[in-house]
């Protein structure tokens, strides 16, 4: 090592000891660095002098957290794979880490298929170009990452496997067109591969990329398989990459059949099974991604013509790497914001139904018409339709199997058990978050006809589900699907038209005959070394001492997935690390679940209040009235649970505070409500006493808030107006309110 690598490491090590961390992270942050230093860890494809400058920045700048957090640990293999920021270290993507996850997993599918004379994958990648958004690394210092795309990193996956004789079938580089997820898990059974890759982040924030791991069975690896593939990874120490010359001359890499693209839509247009017109009105939108090219293509084969029955927002349905019109630059079909501009063209065009695709559009997401408004629709939501729509449908043509299997996770709405139960159906419906966990059942009964306790077939399969917007409706699919869902609400749309109803009805029909089921999903961002320690720390203490209150409601149980006896030894440490997973069962029927996110740094927190069914006599008045009073009664708790929860880590914040956008990281939350706030009210005196005015202040407010995240303004908007209404005079409302909505 130089001597000016010494001396950057010295200074390094100094900082991060300085960092309120435990001890064990600080020496892995150090050793890591030291190893980057003194190798070269993009394994030829960018030189060490090129990202010394970032290194050198972050000491100079004492940025100790984030230099830490960047070093401490290898990006794990989560629920989705390997996800997370772009940047310098092995805890951030970048070429190294994706370089050495494939030549991890080379050596992986060579123990997995020791007699086979060749292997072969298929990759696929996303629309994102690291941009920088989050203004993590300055700009005027040096930055290879910079432009840095997943057709990028999936090139260098090729080259990777190309370099060990690993045939890759791939878009050609000069197609400008992507393959969804769904696709990919598609193409790996369809072309016989041993495996796949796609490079994408899905919904994550657009500074973000990954790489999710397929096998052949065209999912993704369930403990303890994934342990040995993330163990093969750890001990990567060499990396080949072929150069352009030598891929070109081998003929490894070959494009992706037209026809095997083809077989995918054709595969989800036989899902229907009624043939009528394709009477409904839909609005879409792909918000910058591939779905374009599923879901749009299946309505369009199903007769739904453009400009007429498909309306597409234009302007999220062309490829943009920084989901640039996309409210908060979040391409997340989960989030109500997301939508706005497509439930503007849906009211525009008198459309049913909208449409959303996350950018891999593997998620679906949307808003119906219910009279003149649209009402958004949560995964639980749209999972209870799809269940009860595919019993009803299946078994009015005749083909409902005997005993029809629906599978979901733990943290999915019940609500689908008690559809699928109603007619004489079996449901696995306690598994780990991640589809993977639902594609391993799928796989388990292909080979065996059994999972656990459960017998059948796949053609007894009908429908999975998770709560984040993920369904598949056929086993020839071994990942969540975007398409398979969209044709089929297309035709429920059609369906209920001849009924005089809309889709919206045939949900709240479903809550009056099955009970209302208030599902709400809490997140809170700990980024950083720092979060990812309070993460840990909140989960341990709610695992050491579980509370035996919570908002003042007992609590009546605990179900820790840590608990061996309960639910068996550990498989591995990646099987740890996916049940760590604590629900809490809440006096007055109310179920809690928190778990750290596997593919952000956040910590998750799932409710679920299932009410008595009001009878399909119900008036729509009166089951709106009992909605209201569910979901107010959820959120109050929640807000209960969050405090509590928080104060496991010494942060108090007041009820206002869980207002703000869970977009929004918890040191801004805090920041807000201890910083901004009270200096907002002394500068919004100062235009009532005219010493300045409107604009200047309204400019501060912004440059403040700016680093909260794109569209900051609206991501705490809610806790504004509530903090500003408590109490205050209306003049000083009325200029406050002016002030802050600019």
Known sequence: MSAHSSHLLSAARRGIGSVDLPPEMKDSACASLEAWLAENK?????????????????????????????????????????????????????????????????????????????????????????????????????????????????????????????????????????????????????????????????????????????????????????????????????????????????????????????????????????????????????????????????????????????????????????????????????????????????QETGADLLLATDPDADRLGGAARDGDTFAFLTGNELACMLTRYRLESLDAAGRLPEQPLGIKTEVTTDLVRKLIESRNGVVVGDLLVGFKYIAAVLGSLERTGEFGDVSATLDDFIVAAEESHGFMLTPEVRDKDAAGAAVILAELTSEVRKRGMSVYDYLVETYKSYGYHSNTVRSTVMSGATGSANIRKIQALLRRDPPKAIGGRKVLGVNDYWDESRHGPFLSATDRSARNLISFSIEGGIKATIRPSGTEPKNKVYLELAAAPLGSDATRLEFDAHRRDVDREVKQFSNCFLSQMLSLIGTSVPDYAFEISDLVALPHKVDFCDRFLPEFERRAESVLAGETDDGAVGSWVDETLEPYGPDARALVRHAFDAYASAGRDPERLEVQRRIFSG
């Open 42 to 346: 993009f394994a030829g494809l960018v030189s060490p002098d090129d990202y010394r400058p970032i290194l050198e920045w972050m000491v100079e700048a004492q940025e100790f957290d984030l230099l830490a957090d960047s070093f401490y640990q290898t990006i794990p293999f989560g629920t989705g794979g390997r996800r997370g920021p772009v940047g310098i270290g092995p805890n951030r993507i970048n070429p190294y880490t994706i370089a050495s996850s494939v030549q991890g997993h080379i050596e992986y599918l060579w123990r997995r298929f020791p007699r086979a004379s060749s292997l072969k994958v298929v990759i696929a990648y996303d629309v994102r170009r690291f941009h920088n958004l989050r203004r993590i690394y300055p700009p005027g210092v040096p930055n290879p990452l910079l432009g840095l795309s997943s057709q990028d990193l999936a090139r260098i996956a090729a080259s990777v496997y190309a370099a060990a004789g690993v045939t890759v079938v791939t878009l050609p580089a000069s197609s400008g067109d992507y393959i969804s997820t769904p696709e990919l898990s598609f193409l790996i059974r369809r072309l016989i591969a041993h495996g796949g890759v796609n490079v994408s982040a899905s919904h994550n924030h657009p500074d973000d990329n990954g790489s999710k791991f397929y096998n052949s069975e065209g999912g993704q690896e369930i403990p303890p398989d994934d342990e040995e593939l993330a163990a093969i990874v750890e001990q990567v120490r060499e990396i080949r990459v072929a150069g352009e010359r030598e891929v070109s001359a081998s003929g490894l890499v070959v494009d992706v059949p037209a026809e095997a693209r083809q077989a995918f839509i054709d595969m989800n247009l036989r899902l229907p099974v009624t043939k009528g017109a394709a009477t409904g009105k839909f609005a879409f939108t792909s918000l910058h991604g591939a779905g374009i090219n599923t879901v749009g293509r299946c309505l369009e084969e199903m007769g739904y013509r453009r400009e007429s029955r498909l309306f597409y927002v234009e302007e999220q349905c062309e490829y943009r790497s920084d989901f640039r019109h996309v409210t908060f630059r979040s391409p997340n079909p989960e989030v109500p914001e997301t939508l706005a501009m497509g439930i503007e063209l849906a």
